[in-house]
């Protein structure tokens, strides 16, 4: 399954099945199916993609719109991914995100409102002096239920192409200060309710910035593990104990996707 972010393809098949991510030894899934009663379904294992050589710069500009998307709007009836085409300042992004929601207003009230991609998805360019970024609008399945913490958009940047899954090697072991990496592994941890796994996973970029000299992981990372641990412990969920089996997604045992980025001090 080609994606541009795990995370999308957890809260897809999440929505229908019982989920679990990496679990088991050796060779294992990204995620492994199962019905409500325990009946195993399938297998799935995401395609990843490999790094651009200006892809620090082009993920520090998507990391700006993106968090500013996610502070100013709500998910209601589609996800949003994005491409940077063009940047040549930094641009109004209150205004942009006043744009991004006349734009859903508009698909609310006719889906058929904007010119679809070539995957068949609605797309609409945001182009200013500053900037040109290529949104695409993903409808929610009907059966998808919002939760609370739900982003709107959805994955990184686009960064290049797909590389086979049994060629990938893992990802952390490469690239072992790849803050945004360890981000991708606890919201995916914090979705399945595994917060010991959240916090071994913080645990474990402390300990290996620490090795080249730096005191603590960068101020955006430390928010997204409070807010997978805030989110869970609100939500009245399960405690840990007991939760279904999940391998430490950190563990040099099989390939694992390249979760393309780099470490940036925010």
């Known amino acids: 399954m080609g994606a541009l972010d795990e995370l999308l393809v957890h809260d897809l098949l999440v929505s229908r099945y019982r ?5 088991g030894e050796g060779t294992r899934p990204d995620f492994r199916l199962y019905e409500d009663d325990g009946a195993y379904v399938a297998a799935v294992e995401v395609a990843t993609l490999f790094l651009r050589e200006d892809w ?7 990391a700006v719109v993106e968090d500013a998307l996610n502070q100013r709007l709500i998910l209601t009836t589609h996800s949003i991914q994005f491409e940077i085409s063009r940047w040549d300042d930094s641009p ?3 205004d942009m995100a006043r744009w991004v929601e006349r734009t859903l207003d508009d698909l609310s009230a006719d889906p058929g409102a904007l010119p679809l ?15 040109e ?7 929610l399945p009907a059966s998808y239920a919002v939760r609370s ?7 990184g940047a686009a960064i290049g192409g797909l590389l086979n899954s049994a060629a990938r090697l893992r990802a952390i072991d490469i690239d072992p200060v790849n803050e945004e990496l360890y981000q991708r592994l606890m919201r995916i941890h914090g979705r399945q309710g595994n917060t010991d796994a959240v916090r071994a996973t913080m645990r474990l970029l402390s300990n290996r910035l620490a090795e080249i000299g730096y005191s603590e992981p960068s101020q955006a990372t430390q928010r997204v593990a409070s ?7 609100n939500s009245g969920g399960p405690s840990d104990k007991g939760q279904r089996p999940e391998a430490h997604s950190c563990a040099p045992t099989s390939p ?3 979760r393309h980025a780099v470490r940036t001090n925010l």
Request: hydrophobic share 30%; net charge neutral; proline share 6%.
């Open 133 to 139: 970024i290529a949104f695409r609008f993903l409808p």
């Open 56 to 62: 620090s710069a082009e993920q520090r500009r998507h």
């Open 227 to 233: 807010r997978q641990l805030t989110s869970h412990h």
């Open 256 to 258: 694992e996707p390249d």
């Open 19 to 23: 989920v679990t991510y990496e679990e």
């Open 92 to 94: 109004k992004l209150r």
């Open 149 to 155: 913490g739900d982003r709107i958009v959805l994955g």
């Open 117 to 131: 991609d070539e995957s068949g998805t609605p797309e609409k360019i945001y182009s200013t002096r500053a900037v």
